[in-house]
């Protein structure tokens, strides 16, 4: 299966896809995971993307689309994958939508994960990340890791991302509904959204995942 997950900063994109991913044995593709790689590895495109994630802005077309591209051909996504944060604005759901044709390939489905400002607040004011892998994700009340401050999978330090801070997070909701949310729309008009409420328990927003997929 090919799909897309979308959803405002916080609405638990990472958290459903690591899941979903597993149960439906695709990798799950996630470009701000990419990003943070590439950040913590000190690579060029790393270099060039941080001052715009910090500031919660998007990383240009130019660095994301061929990023996202290379991911997508690797030999693991041949059979199907989950995107996380791609596309995140329509000139990156259109530059898809050329990939996938050059494949002969389609989109199965497209996740909305609706949940309201406040709860997306909440969440993020208590995010822990791994430093190690960055899909490794806790929140201090509602996923706490077993021991405080260090990742249960890896034992990476758990850290407060740099796009945490009230004005990043003010910035990256303005982004979402500025330039993302209109590919919703977009992927409306292909037939291909299924809306998920994603208040409650990380284990029902799955289910209701898994059963919109099953339509
Ligand atoms: P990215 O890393 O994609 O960030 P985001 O979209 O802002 O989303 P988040 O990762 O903050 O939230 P999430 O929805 O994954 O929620 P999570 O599962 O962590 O992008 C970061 C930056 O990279 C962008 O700002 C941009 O600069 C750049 N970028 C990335 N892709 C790009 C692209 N395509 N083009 C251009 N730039 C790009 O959950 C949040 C918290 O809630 C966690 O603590 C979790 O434990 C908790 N939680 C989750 N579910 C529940 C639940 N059901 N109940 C209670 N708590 C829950
Ligand atoms: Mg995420």
């Not at 996938?100 to 996740?111: P, S």
Request: aromatic fraction near 4%.
């Amino acid at each position: 299966m090919r799909i897309v997950l979308v959803g405002p900063p916080g609405a638990g994109k990472g958290t459903q896809a690591t899941v979903l991913a597993e149960t439906l044995s695709i990798p799950h593709i996630s470009t701000g995971d990419l990003f943070r790689a590439n950040i913590s590895q000190g690579t060029e495109l790393g270099r060039r993307a941080k001052a715009f994630m910090d500031a919660g802005d998007l990383v240009p077309d130019e660095i994301t689309i061929g990023m996202a591209k290379d991911r997508m051909e690797q030999e693991d996504a041949a059979g199907g994958f989950l995107l996380d944060g791609f596309p995140r604005n329509v000139s990156q759901a259109e530059a898809l939508d050329v990939m996938l044709k050059a494949g002969a390939m389609n989109l199965d489905a497209v996740l909305d994960l609706e949940v309201e400002e406040d709860e997306v607040v909440k969440r993020l004011a208590g995010r822990r990340t791994c430093r190690k892998d960055s899909s490794h994700i806790y929140h201090v009340d509602y996923r706490p890791s077993k021991v405080e401050g260090v990742c249960d999978i890896d034992g990476g330090e758990l850290y407060v991302r740099e796009d945490q801070t009230e004005e990043a997070v003010r910035n990256r909701l303005e982004v979402y509904h500025t330039q993302t949310e209109p590919i919703i729309d977009y992927y409306k008009a292909q037939g291909l959204v299924s809306t998920i409420p994603a208040l409650g328990e990380v284990k029902d927003v799955t289910q209701r995942a898994l059963d919109a997929l099953k339509k």
